[in-house]
């Protein structure tokens, strides 16, 4: 029973190699995909802030377009730096995102089943979608309803 251990904590410790400094892990803190670094889109975290956010919309013109996502969904993740150039490009219109693993009660009423997935809406009511990986569908769609609303 003559360990030279101090504490049960020093068993275990690991040291830098080159220091002999003891070492600690350098976590990088967590990227959400959902932490979106354009001030154009909000991300909707929760049933109440859907239901403010679509009601304060539906007595207006603006265009409404609602990116449903997931962390897990790889396509999802290629569509956002197309939608923040988008929103950087047509701020008159509302752009917001929905995790379906979060909010899955929203992308069920809207009776979607394959991400990625884009809609548009007016006034509350659905006027189109893009479903999946498609750039030129999507901007053709949004250059489309941003002009016809305004």
């Known amino acids: ?15 830098d190699i080159h220091s002999r400094k003891p070492w600690t892990p350098r976590f990088e803190p967590e990227v959400s995909p959902f932490k979106v670094n354009s001030p154009f889109i909000v ?6 802030q859907w239901k403010s ?21 790889g396509p999802c993740k290629s569509v956002e730096p197309k ?20 909010l899955m009660g929203v992308w069920t009423e809207y009776n979607l089943h394959t991400l990625p997935a884009i809609v548009f ?18 901007e053709r769609k949004l250059h489309k309803y941003a002009q016809s609303f305004f």
């Open 83 to 102: 939608l923040e150039e988008l929103a950087a490009k047509y701020t008159d219109v509302e752009f917001v995102k929905i995790d379906v693993d979060v």
């Open 53 to 73: 956010r679509l009601h304060a919309l539906k007595d207006t013109n603006k265009l409404l377009v609602i990116e449903f996502t997931a962390k897990w969904c």
């Open 1 to 15: 029973m003559g360990a030279n251990v101090s504490s049960p904590d020093q068993r275990f410790q690991v040291t």
């Open 43 to 48: 991300e909707i975290k929760n049933k109440i």
């Open 121 to 138: 809406m007016k006034r509350g009511q659905e006027v189109d979608r893009v479903v999946g990986v498609k750039f030129d569908e999507l």
